[in-house]
């Protein structure tokens, strides 16, 4: 036992401090990343139960220098919240500060701690009367200190917003173990520097999120849902642009899915009933979520689904009859992480480009990686709403999954992130850069910026003791 680990569980009790002294502990749950891709080993995994402890913790570790990895559910997909190989860095797990501290009904607010997953914190607003409208394929078990650390999208943002929107203010624990009381549930502060959101999207790398007050928003009075086959991806554009026309702020959702997407859903979960995606290049799912009733979001639906079809943009559409139906069709949508993992391994992009260039995009640089990559396979859906694709690539069948990654991912992403550059967007739109684009972003990000990011994280964390390696490098 070190002195570290010792005095870690005065602060933490023993129950709460896991660490490799006895051999049979697995601690893969907490340094094996959800792709799979790195499997760290920690000095300790320590799980908090309130802030004072998290701020005790963070104060044990500066003393020694001894560097800490916040971690919430551990879905991450860009190797950010599992420790390095060294054996040496504290992972500190919010996953039992799940509290909901507080709801304000009249200020439209939530408070909850950083470990609460994401569903039990959509549950508890539904409980209340409202709705918190972030959702993610896993929503099950990351959790919205996580969310916060990575500026999480999800399928809601076109409406309303990433979840950086969704934040009014943080508790923190700083680099030097000090608690920042930033609860605030106000609107409008314009008292100096905006620590929230530096805060946020930081992944790790400036403090620990340790709660936060969240917005809340009335419930839709319905909610329909549509899945629509169409013939490029400039019609898919255009099918949003009619939707933003015709549907205002009910358009929540609008998601594009190629036919390759599709086959793998279709493929490893046959159960699930892809409808329409065998006839066409692309299917896109529409959200409309209607503050009147369920007749008028019917209605709209269907003139703007006949003046799609009218403008040549849908080619055939099915709309959900019921919530069932309505959430089979989203579980296909999300089903995609998993079946591509299914097939095997992947190299990942979540870029954002322009809407307006995306087909231009898509069209150019799927040509220039056939090209170049013999037998690529090209994964490629997301969140057209936001201009945020999911451009991935899937290893060629039959191919050496190791290997190919070993030879090809470089490659791979130089190709795709130059186009990115070239066409004007940014190499991570949601996923964040981690340790997988460490190496990537000083090509990619203006070098003003980047010096003074630099200079932020010099001056919050000077020995550099949160989460090393990720962000910045
Ligand atoms: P973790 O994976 O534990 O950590 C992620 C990062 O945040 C790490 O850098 C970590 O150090 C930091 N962090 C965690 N907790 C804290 C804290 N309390 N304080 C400070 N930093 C912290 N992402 C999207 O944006 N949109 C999607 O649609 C989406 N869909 C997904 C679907 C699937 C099936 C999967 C597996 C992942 C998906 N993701 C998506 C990625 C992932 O779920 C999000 O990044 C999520 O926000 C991570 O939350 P987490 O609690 O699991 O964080
Ligand atoms: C999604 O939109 C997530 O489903 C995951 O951001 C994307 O698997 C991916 O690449
Ligand atoms: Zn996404």
């Not at 551990?74 to 919240?81: D, E, H, K, W």
């Not at 959200?287 to 799609?308: K, M, P, V, Y």
């Not at 403008?311 to 069932?324: F, H, K, M, S, Y």
Request: glycine share 10%.
């Amino acid at each position: 036992m070190t002195a570290l680990t010792d005095t870690l569980r005065q602060i933490c009790g023993a129950a709460h401090v896991l660490t490799h002294e006895d051999p049979t502990t697995d601690l893969s749950a907490w340094e094996l990343d959800w792709r799979k891709r790195i499997r760290g080993r920690a000095l300790a995994v320590v799980r908090p139960g309130s802030t004072t402890e998290v701020a005790a913790v963070v104060k044990a570790c500066a003393a020694l220098k001894t560097s800490i990895v916040p971690q919430g559910g551990n879905t991450g997909l860009v190797v950010g919240g599992v420790p390095d190989a060294s054996g040496t860095q504290i992972v500190l797990s919010l996953g039992r500060m799940q509290a909901v501290r507080a709801i304000d009904p009249a200020n439209l607010t939530i408070t909850v701690e950083a470990g609460c997953v994401l569903q039990n914190l959509q549950a508890a607003a539904e409980a209340a009367g409202f709705l918190f409208p972030l959702s993610l394929g896993a929503e099950g078990s990351c959790t919205i200190g996580g969310n916060l650390g990575t500026n999480a999208g999800g399928t809601q943002v076109v409406r309303y917003g990433n979840t950086r929107e969704l934040c009014l203010g943080l508790e923190v624990v700083n680099a030097q173990g000090e608690i920042w009381h930033g609860l605030t549930g106000l609107r409008k502060d314009n008292t100096g520097y905006d620590l929230r959101n530096l805060m946020i999207g930081s992944e790790g790398t400036l403090g620990v999120i340790t709660a936060a007050t969240l917005k809340l928003y009335p419930q839709p009075a319905a909610q329909l849902t549509a899945w629509a086959a169409v013939p490029s991806m400039q019609a898919a554009v255009d099918l949003l642009g009619l939707a933003h026309q015709r549907l205002g702020p009910g358009l929540t959702g609008f998601e594009v899915m190629g036919q390759f997407a599709l086959s793998l859903v279709d493929k490893h979960y046959p159960q699930l009933r892809v409808p329409l995606w065998k006839e066409t290049p692309w299917c896109v799912l529409l959200e409309n979520s209607d503050s009147e009733n369920e007749a008028h979001a019917r209605g709209q639906f269907e003139s703007l689904l006949e003046a799609a079809l009218d403008a040549g943009c849908v080619t055939d559409a099915v709309v959900a009859e019921n919530l069932t139906q309505a959430r089979g069709l989203w579980h296909i949508r999300e089903s995609i992480t998993l079946a591509q993992a299914e097939e095997g391994l992947n190299i990942k992009h979540d870029i954002s480009i322009p809407v307006s260039r995306i087909p231009d995009f898509v069209a150019e640089t799927d040509a220039l990686l056939a090209q170049h990559i013999p037998g690529v396979r090209l994964v490629d859906f997301g969140h057209l709403g936001d201009g945020n694709l999911h451009y991935n690539v899937q290893v060629p069948e039959g191919a050496d999954g190791q290997a190919f990654l070993r030879d090809c991912e470089d490659q791979v992403n130089t190709l795709v992130f130059d186009q990115v550059k070239r066409f004007e967007g940014s190499i991570s739109a949601e996923h964040g850069v981690g340790e997988l684009k460490v190496g990537k972003l000083p090509l990619y990000k203006d070098p003003t910026a980047l010096a003074m990011m630099r200079a932020v994280k010099k001056a919050l964390d000077p020995h550099n003791i949160m989460n090393p390696g990720r962000v910045l490098g």
